[in-house]
């Protein structure tokens, strides 16, 4: 089959590889019908994520048909059309069974590297590095889906592709960075990032119930999408001082509640900005966490800092008094997509949301290359693309 | 050098020894210095003229004294440098001894000289028996092995826990690497695995001790002496059982091998982690899953293996 792979850093090539076969009782096969590239696939096309092989297929957002099932599974049958979610996970474990899914106990072959980088494993993730499990991702004809019945979902007839493919991974990982915000009636929430994660996290920030939402990037068109179909109020970090501005919004007292949705490629304008690429460079900080650090300050006091953008390793002048003293609340988390597929799909359906409206690019398989390019030079207006294999 | 941080043997755990230890280090590298620094002043002192053979042999003699000081001072474990030091003193009161033959040496003072370094001697001596006797931390037997624990919750009952370990052929299921266990009788087994380059081994093992439910201990009988114990006790909330290996691997090749091996601690400890997850994902999925990469020996892209790579690859499947 058809895929695309990363060779090293600024290099994935769309090469023949082996098609997929079954290896577990509860895998399936799934011939994929759409596949996306992911911000977070940016950071290892950028070479910031650690334990890559040359040669690794990529891609964690995808969906399509089941053309091959494993005798263990139960729900899923061929010809069954599913959307599979980025974690992988076996739904038996104590992880899982307290909804923790991209924690999941039993899904990574390479839980003992992990667990020397980070003191524990994650789940395996699809096409994710080597210390998320070494999957094979969905950037290809083919993928083949460990945990059949735990993982993908069944699409209803009536839905597009486009509608329904960002149940995989962004649009929970946006509602579930808003989630952890714990929304009160009449809150404010500000989010970094207005990348397709960050327009999720201002969509389901409403959803939740905020009664006001900011926008933070600056890059037009993405801010212009954020105000136009996400409904957000927006600043651009490159115009404004956001810690001003923020203040000067909310009477003083800070957003209620900050997302990143930007994570360890942050950019900024000036000294800070060059001082974190230069440490980042020399590998001596792994990740800039610009914009965290500027979350964590504008915070009002007691509110919370919901970090959904992607972090590998350490960070630098970590502001922590101002957290400590200022009782801020940290949550974080990889998105635990399985428990949110059922309920966002329902929102979905009752037309709460459609969430085809970050698409800027479909390219065929082949272009995906080109299109890596065109996403990390932000060319092209270029905010999301989806990659069609067949 | 402060001896207190020098060496963790020197901390109080071992009394009179480790002070006598430190104390003739210390004097080993003051002695040294000396012989190093100003042979001719030593000479005179031991009685004998200055001449340009004997000061080069007493800065060889120098030389060895502080290596041995270091030696004493800076091993967990310093009793060969003891036993070395009385080598050095043999060395010593033999050069002494052929002294009392040179014409111009002066007799008094050799022989002060001699009585000086039989006392040193006799301090060596005592100290380094008592430490090879009872002065290493965890006795000599502990050099040549190595040892690794490991933990998980499994979220099973001690009982069922039990009960699937105990039945060493299913270990072969979840086992990375192990083709097959075969029961001979109850309590001895014959194991298969591939190893790299797809050598097979072979061994026996032997439970020792069985307390159903609780505990299991083997030997395994080979060129590599293996033994270890795993036990399964009741999680704490209801959250299953603690199952917890504890494994002692003594390699071929005695102290140095083993050295060797801790060195490279992280390979069997990571295997045995491994082993223990994946009896943990047996008991709770009912298989390992397997991803592109882990089906093979040694690094594999995440990308699906062609047909060949999948037939030369060996994982535990209940496929």
């Known amino acids: 089959m058809r895929a695309n792979c ?26 994929i019908t759409s596949s996306a590239i992911c911000g977070s ?65 039993n899904s990574n072959p390479n839980a003992g590297l992990a667990e020397k980088m980070w003191g524990h494993a994650p789940s395996g993730v699809f096409g994710y590095s080597h210390l998320l499990g070494g999957y094979a991702g969905g950037q290809a004809e083919y993928a083949r889906v460990p945990f059949a019945d735990v993982g993908p979902i069944k699409i209803p007839e009536g839905l597009a592709d486009e509608q329904v493919l960002f149940l995989s991974d962004i649009f929970p990982t946006g509602y579930m960075g808003a989630e952890m915000c714990n929304i009160q009636p009449g809150d404010t929430i500000a989010v970094w990032g207005c990348g397709p994660v960050g327009q999720f996290a201002i969509k389901s920030a409403y959803l939740l119930g905020a009664e006001r939402v900011i926008g933070i990037d600056r890059f037009p068109e993405r801010l212009r999408l954020a105000r136009e179909k996400a409904g957000a109020e927006t600043l651009n970090y490159e115009e404004v001082s956001v810690l001003e501005a923020l203040k000067d919004m909310t009477g003083g007292r800070g957003p209620d509640a900050c997302i990143d949705a930007v994570g360890m490629e942050a950019h900024t304008p000036g000294l800070i900005g060059a001082y974190d690429k230069a440490k980042q460079a020399m590998r001596l900080e792994m990740d800039r966490p610009i914009a965290l650090r500027e979350a964590i300050l504008a915070c009002r006091n007691g509110g919370t800092v919901s ?38 799909l329902q929102r979905i359906q009752n037309g709460e949301i459609d969430p085809a409206f970050v698409i800027t690019h479909r390219l065929p398989l082949e272009e995906a290359p080109h299109g890596y390019a065109m996403f990390k030079e932000k060319q092209d207006n270029c905010i999301k693309i989806v990659l069609k294999p067949h | 050098m402060d001896t207190e941080q020098g060496s963790t043997f020197l901390k109080p755990r071992n009394g009179g020894a480790c002070k006598l230890a430190a104390g003739l ?14 042979p001719d002043r030593v000479a005179q002192l031991a009685g004998l003229p200055v001449n340009n053979k004997r000061e080069s042999i007493l800065r060889a003699y120098g030389w060895r004294e502080i ?143 069985d307390q159903p439910n609780r505990r299991i201990a083997w030997r395994a009988l080979g060129s590599i002496e293996r033994s270890g114990s795993i036990e399964f006790s009741r999680a704490i909330g209801g959250r299953g059982t603690v199952v917890r290996i504890d494994m002692q691997i003594a390699p071929p090749g005695g102290r140095l091998a083993a050295e060797a091996l801790k060195r490279l601690r992280a390979i069997p400890a990571q295997y045995i982690g491994d082993a223990l997850r994946a009896f ?31 037939a030369a690859a060996h994982y535990a499947s209940a496929i």
């Open chain 2, 67 to 209: 290596a041995a000081g270091i030696g004493i001072l800076t091993e967990s474990r310093p009793a060969g440098w003891l036993w070395a030091r009385v080598a050095g003193d043999a060395v010593d009161l033999a050069s002494l001894g052929s002294c009392f033959a040179a014409k111009d040496a002066n007799r008094a003072k050799v022989t002060a000289s001699t009585l000086a370094v039989a006392g040193v001697t006799a301090l060596d001596l005592i100290c380094a028996r008592q430490l090879s006797r009872n002065g290493h931390p965890n006795g000599i037997a502990a050099r040549r092995t190595v040892h690794i624990t490991h933990s998980v919750i499994v979220d099973h009952s001690p009982e069922e826990s039990y009960g699937v370990w105990r039945d060493v052929t299913n270990l072969s299921k979840f086992v990375r690497h192990v083709e097959s266990v075969q029961a001979i009788g109850d309590r001895r087994s014959h194991w298969k695995a591939r190893g790299p380059g797809g050598r097979t081994i072979e061994w026996d093992s032997e439970v020792v001790e």
């Open chain 2, 280 to 310: 943990k994902a047996y008991m709770e999925t009912g298989e390992v899953v397997q991803s592109d990469a882990s089906i093979g020996f040694g690094m594999h892209p995440g990308r699906p293996p062609a047909p060949e790579e999948l």
């Open chain 1, 307 to 344: 970090i959904i953008g992607v972090y590998g390793g350490l960070i630098d002048k970590f502001p922590i008094g101002s957290l400590m003293n200022r009782s801020l609340t940290i949550r974080t988390g990889q998105c635990h997509v399985q428990r949110y597929l059922q309920p966002l």
């Open chain 1, 6 to 31: 990363w060779i090293g850093t600024h290099d994935v090539r769309v090469e023949q590889v082996p098609d997929p076969t079954i290896l577990n009782r509860q895998d399936v096969i799934v011939k």
């Open chain 2, 25 to 38: 280090g210390w004097f080993s590298i003051g002695l040294g210095a000396a012989e190093l620094i100003a």
């Open chain 1, 41 to 105: 696939d940016l950071h290892l096309y950028n070479g910031y994520v650690p334990s890559m092989e040359s040669g690794d297929i990529l891609g964690h957002e995808f969906m399509g048909e089941v053309v091959e099932v494993a005798p263990g599974v139960q729900k899923l049958k061929k010809g069954d059309r599913v959307v599979v979610p980025f974690p992988i996970a076996c739904g038996r474990c104590f992880a899982c069974q307290h909804g923790l899914f991209s924690l999941c106990e």
